[in-house]
């Protein structure tokens, strides 16, 4: 029985149902089919992800009894895709087998509406962010943010798009806010920048200035009239200042990303975002955090309008040590290094499941800002940057002078790039010695290959054989390559038992049980860049640096973290940009991160989803 | 301000009319308009513990805990054992089969049907979570028992007004607390608002003892200090209703601004408002007889600490008797960890988590019976503290009804028979010092039940499980 995995989109494309259906066993055969459509009405359109390769053609979902059904996605491996039983479903395109499909030039040219992307929903600010924009605003230090309810996601990452409001959070935010404007009162000369005790102009003044900080947009006058209400009935100056931080803390327009749209109103087509918009989603991005100066200075001259300028702003946010907090956030959550993911490791030894996850951070920060910025690096680098606990799992001895965080070579027989490392290893602890084949290789599969696995049918309750001597994980899974479990198991569990040299915690070993392991793995049905046997981790890891079908995907979540939400058939032009440009620059992620910022779907908004989209 | 009770005045208005000062209130009991002692109310508590009765996937099957002996006359197993002090106040049902189906697999629509009687969706609407070996699910689609009871309004109900009305009774309608209950998703959350609607609870005991008892003010007998109070009081009440107003404003304004599709959002965050909003208006709790403010918990860490899992279990239920018998809130519950429990008992000298050792390819019975002793323990420790505050009209615990449930039948995913026990009885609305054999009965009675004993006297069905179920007449 294997622990909840959160906020994986709901579409699944493995052959396995349809293979269960039609009672095939061991290999997977049929029609490979897109996931269900959300049901009735009012669901949140996710896409269909492509049908994993084998097949002769992908449907799109079914909705269900009175829902629209989803949007047929393209035929991965496939020679045609329809639409679900919706009202529309578009066409897809042949592919090659295996390779995710991305319209044409002459496709995208010949976009009726001019452009297309799909829509997003309100966010709530996350935890992080609000810790981090409180600590730009007001200089707010400490964990205060730990004590509100826990964030929901959007695929593998934080994200309260979706997440519902309850009474609690609501007070739990009104309560921060009391703290964090009592904390500022003392504070308030420096803050205030004029003497509030003057009353107007100083108080609008105020008002406005703080409150185009705190909204990340300047203040309509009726805006500023209302918060200068505030202020007036906490009788004192200095009440008043703390009453008008206290309030504006509390507005929606501080705790969501308010990404209305130049024209101000909902709307059904793709507008442009505001300046400020722009500038709040670009810093949310590269920095889980509000805008500085510069950018708000560029937003007001409406600098942000040019493509000139925008990249220049990536590379200079990129560089700024607020990217230290952004990057890793995604790398992390991506990879499935979380103390949910720990399993109970983050519970039990907390203090080896932090120091796994700051040593992923810092390899990922090393790399992508400070280094080659590579996706290959990433993926295979020879070296590591652990702490005393971690280092002890290498197996290896501190070396003189050690501090925790410094650059340590690793032994590339045993380990090179991420997948070796604890952080990644360590999936859904258990306690014991042995580490999970099936949650390494579902990571894998549904986070690097973006093709999300079925469950086993309702009424399997799987209990894993327990280790014994003269056996090994391969002997124990082998259960998995016959009948029905097929289906699924053969996207995963090659994977994952290329990993069976490392244990529970990560540690290597040659011998399971008192038998050699086995290494060998391949990742079938996923194209022919991935094709062909590997041995063990640092070989998929090379495996998977030059590959096309992992540069995609990579570039998916990352528009899935940029835009806080799962992309659609109707960002496909977008994501086509992205991908051509990732792939021709050998898989920079700054340049990926350029490349998004720029594309169609970053700098518009579309509030309304059509009805084949919902 | 001024508050009307149920059955009474509100006590400002009392002690001006007798010309008392608030130091004497220890000693003054609850009258209602013609001077005689009036009822405290009955409330509802429901307390959850992981997972279900002990078995072994590789065993000859479940342990039973059916109590040995005869209806009036029988012995606790293991399992409830520590509850035995009180066996008189308590009734076990056994052999219900839980009112609970859906999406995923039993531990997700466990959770989403034990305290509701409701399916779990598939996933839609946003929602789409892993409910279990990566079947994906959406959320319940039922309110939880306790939401119901504490949306009524009535004279045998817990609050004699409406959710919405202007003169609250407590400051909080409803409570909803936790410890180390995992991040939000269909397996981790069992109260529900409505369809849809999960409740997150707060888990962080030190969060929960400030937000409940700051306000508490110790009984001063300076007419200047009580003078300087109420003038805070107003200037306070001031601040915050011109707060509040400012957010509800830019709210209206961003509903404007976004499609129809966030209405609900908008909607729920300005229930949150008014929610705030309506608590200042309720009168803050005098500490008095029967009402002390427990000891303020330590601080949580950042991520759940399973070395500081009892800790956090006992100030939390610390706090509840507290909260109940300051009627700081008439309906509350307390979740215990979350389906597939990450706890490892290593309290209990065990080094591997509860869940874990539920489908391991051995017999465990014995420690997971050990867990569910503990948990029992617990619930023991909080509900002595509950029989020791007399309310007049018998103790805290006679007023109230507790229900404890879990999201499964037995540790092999049976949803029968369900480990449940009540214990209380709402002011004797339950005959208590039972132990009833009630197999197959579905569990949707025994929610009806509760829901009739809270007040709700025409209540005959819960949720679209077992909908119309009528009560499990047993228990009366």
């Known amino acids: 029985m294997t622990e909840p995995r959160t906020g994986l989109p709901g579409l699944r494309a493995c052959a396995c149902l349809a293979a269960l259906l039609m009672g095939c066993s061991s290999t997977i055969s049929g029609t490979p089919s897109g996931g269900s459509g959300a049901s009735a009405g009012t669901s949140d359109g996710t896409a269909a992800n492509p049908g994993a390769g084998g097949g002769s053609s992908a449907n799109g979902g079914s909705g269900a009894a009175t829902a629209t059904g989803g949007t047929g996605a393209t035929g991965k491996g496939g020679s045609s895709a329809t639409g679900g039983t919706g009202t529309s479903g578009s066409t897809g395109t042949s592919g090659t087998a295996g390779a995710v499909v991305d319209p044409t030039d002459a496709q995208c040219a010949a976009q009726a509406s001019g452009l297309n992307i799909g829509r997003s929903r309100l966010a709530r600010l996350t935890r992080t962010q609000v810790a981090h924009t409180l600590r730009d605003l007001l200089s707010v230090t400490g964990n205060l943010t730990d004590a509100l309810t826990p964030d929901q996601s959007v695929g593998p990452f934080a994200s309260n798009a979706l997440a519902e409001v309850t009474d609690l959070i609501v007070q739990q935010h009104q309560e921060l806010a009391a703290k964090v404007a009592l904390d500022a009162q003392s504070r308030m000369a420096s803050i205030a920048a004029c003497d509030l005790a003057s009353g107007d102009p100083c108080v609008r003044d105020f008002v406005g200035k703080f409150g185009m900080k705190a909204f990340r947009r300047p203040l309509t006058d009726d805006e500023v009239t209302t918060y200068a209400g505030v202020f007036t009935v906490g009788g004192t100056p200095e009440n008043g200042f703390r009453l008008v931080i206290e309030a504006m803390l509390q507005s929606p327009y501080f705790l969501y990303h308010a990404d209305v749209g130049s024209t101000g109103a909902p709307s059904e087509v793709p507008v442009t975002l505001t300046p400020y918009e722009l500038a709040s989603r670009l810093s949310y991005f590269i920095w889980d955090t509000m805008p500085d100066q510069a950018l708000f200075d560029l937003a007001a001259g409406s600098g942000l309008d040019s493509e000139a300028t925008l990249t220049e702003q990536v590379t200079r946010m990129l560089a700024d040590p607020k990217a230290k907090d952004a990057i890793p956030l995604f790398h992390l959550q991506w990879l499935d290094i979380t103390p949910a993911q720990l399993g109970s490791l983050a519970s039990t030894q907390p203090e080896l499941a932090q120091e796994m996850i700051d040593e992923a951070t810092d390899y990922t920060n090393a790399i992508v800002l400070g280094g080659d910025g590579l996706l290959g690096t990433l993926f295979t680098a020879p070296y590591s940057y652990p702490r005393s606990g971690t280092l002890k799992l290498y197996g290896k001895p501190e070396p003189t002078g050690f501090q925790p965080g410094m650059q340590v070579m690793l032994d590339p027989t045993q380990r090179g790039g991420i997948f070796t490392q604890p952080g990644f290893l360590v999936k859904h602890y258990r306690g014991d010695e042995q580490g999970s084949v099936v949650h390494r290789g579902i990571t894998i599969r549904e986070n690097l290959l973006c093709t999300p696995i079925d469950p086993p049918p309702a009424n399997v309750m799987p209990t894993a054989l327990p280790p014994a001597q003269g056996t090994t994980a391969r002997d124990r899974f082998a259960a998995h390559e016959t009948g029905t479990c097929a289906g699924c198991h053969t996207q995963m569990d090659p994977i994952g038992l290329a990993f069976e040299n490392y244990d529970g915690l990560g540690r290597y070993r040659t011998l399971d049980g008192g038998v050699v392991i086995d290494a060998s793995g391949e990742v079938l049905d996923s194209g022919e860049d991935l094709a062909g046997a590997f041995d063990g981790p640092v070989e998929l890891g090379k495996k998977f640096a030059g590959s096309r079908t992992v540069g995609n995907c990579v570039a998916n979540q990352w528009f899935r973290f940029a835009l806080g939400r799962i992309e659609s058939t109707d960002d496909a032009c977008s994501l086509k940009a992205v991908h051509d440009a990732f792939a021709a620059s050998g898989h920079d992620i700054r340049q990926l991160i350029t490349t998004l910022v720029l594309s169609d779907a970053f700098r518009h908004v579309r509030a309304i989803g059509a009805k084949d989209t919902q | ?476």
Not at chain 2, 150 to 176: F, I, K, M, S
Not at chain 2, 234 to 262: N, Y
Not at chain 2, 309 to 329: K, N, Q, R, W
């Open chain 2, 1 to 476: 301000m001024s508050r009307h009770t149920r059955r009474g005045l509100s006590r400002r208005a009392l002690f001006q009319s007798l010309g008392l000062s608030a130091a004497l209130s220890p000693f003054i009991p609850l009258l209602n308009a013609s001077g005689q002692e009036a009822k405290r109310p009955k409330r509802l508590l429901i307390f959850y513990s992981p997972d279900g009765s002990a078995d072994s996937d590789s065993s000859a099957g479940p342990i039973d805990w059916k109590p040995v002996g005869s209806e009036t006359d029988f012995t606790l197993h293991q399992i409830q054992a520590p509850l035995d002090p009180l066996k008189s106040k308590l009734i076990v049902p056994w052999g219900l089969k839980m009112s609970a189906k859906g999406a995923g697999e039993q531990h997700a629509f466990g959770s989403a049907g034990c305290f509701t009687g409701s399916l779990l969706k598939e996933p839609g609407n946003g929602a789409d979570f892993d409910g279990g070996n990566g079947h994906r699910t959406g959320w319940g689609s039922g309110p939880s028992v306790d939401q119901i009871v504490a949306a009524a309004a009535g004279p045998n109900c817990p609050y004699g007004v409406l959710p919405d009305a202007a003169n609250q009774e407590t400051a909080y309608r409803t409570l909803e607390l936790g410890v180390q209950c995992g991040n939000p998703t269909s397996v981790t959350r069992t109260i529900y608002k409505g369809d849809d609607q999960p409740i997150h609870p707060e888990t962080n005991p030190q969060a929960a003892f400030d937000r409940l008892f700051a306000d508490f003010m110790p009984p001063t007998t300076d007419p200047g200090g009580q003078e300087a109070a109420a003038a805070a009081a107003a200037q306070r009440r001031a601040e915050q209703t011109s707060i509040l107003d400012a957010v509800t404003k830019d709210l209206g304004k961003l509903r404007t601004q976004v499609s129809s599709e966030e209405y609900p959002k908008i909607e729920a965050h300005l229930n949150g408002i008014r929610a705030l909003e309506q608590r200042l208006d309720t009168m803050v709790p005098t500490v008095s007889a029967g009402c002390s403010v427990p000891a303020r918990p330590a601080a949580s860490d950042r991520y759940a600490n399973n070395a500081k899992f009892p800790t956090e279990v006992s100030a939390m239920l610390g706090l509840i008797p507290a909260i109940l018998a300051c009627d700081l809130t008439r309906v509350a519950s307390v979740q215990l960890s979350s389906g597939f429990s990450n706890v490892t008992h290593t309290w209990l000298g065990q080094s591997t988590a509860h869940h874990t050792m539920s489908h391991q390819n051995a017999d465990n019975r014995d420690a997971l019976m050990a867990i569910d002793n503990w948990y029992a323990e617990q619930l023991f420790g909080m509900l002595k503290a509950m029989d020791e505050i007399d309310e007049g009209n018998g103790t805290l615990l006679d007023n109230t009804l507790v229900l404890w449930g879990r999201e499964l039948g037995t540790t092999s995913h049976s949803m029968s028979p369900w480990p449940v026990v009540l214990i209380g009885g709402a002011q004797g609305a339950l005959r208590t010092g039972r132990f009833l054999d009630v197999n197959k009965e579905p569990s949707a009675k025994l929610l009806v039940s509760v829901m009739q004993a809270m007040g709700i006297d025409d209540a005959m069905t819960i949720g679209n499980v077992d909908a119309n179920s009528g009560p499990l007449t047993q228990l009366t």
